[in-house]
């Protein structure tokens, strides 16, 4: 029986491939720890701590050309980070909905908006099929 539970813990162990970071807690205060936070609906606004990330998520049809995108370029962001853009199949379909992940960090205290706009890249000269605008704040 010890046998098979170290087999266990060894492969446990090497399925994680390295990929393991230890961080320090302070279990003191709880609200010290970062949060993520993960908004799939378009809210107006939004609030998160310094250090927090904040995941948005949209549904699209790449199939019919639509992408969700950020409509300033990341450069003008003041009080948040993009992190990462991800874009996830969901199912092996043609005409399935994908659904796209927009990850940013908080960086210092402030009050930022954001635009994301859902349009066909090629069609910039037209207005955008959807939209949704949200402001986050930033607290220390």
């Keep these: 029986m010890r046998y098979f539970f170290l087999v266990l813990f060894v492969l446990t162990a090497a399925g994680c491939g390295g990929q393991y970071k230890q961080t320090s807690v302070n279990l003191q205060n709880p609200d010290s720890l970062p949060q993520k936070m993960v908004l799939e609906d378009c809210l107006p606004e939004s609030a998160v701590k310094v250090g927090d990330s904040l995941l948005f998520r949209f549904t699209e049809f790449p199939g ?50 954001l635009r994301f706009i859902y349009i066909r890249p090629w069609e910039t000269h037209k207005p955008p099929h959807d939209s949704c605008v949200v402001s986050v704040t930033v607290r220390k």
């Design 64 to 113: 019919r050309g639509y992408s969700w995108l950020l409509s300033e370029p990341d450069s003008v962001l003041q009080f948040l980070k993009l992190v990462s853009v991800d874009r996830v199949q969901l199912a092996d379909l043609d005409g399935s909905p994908d659904r796209v992940e927009f990850l940013f960090t908080a960086t210092r205290a402030g009050r930022q908006s």
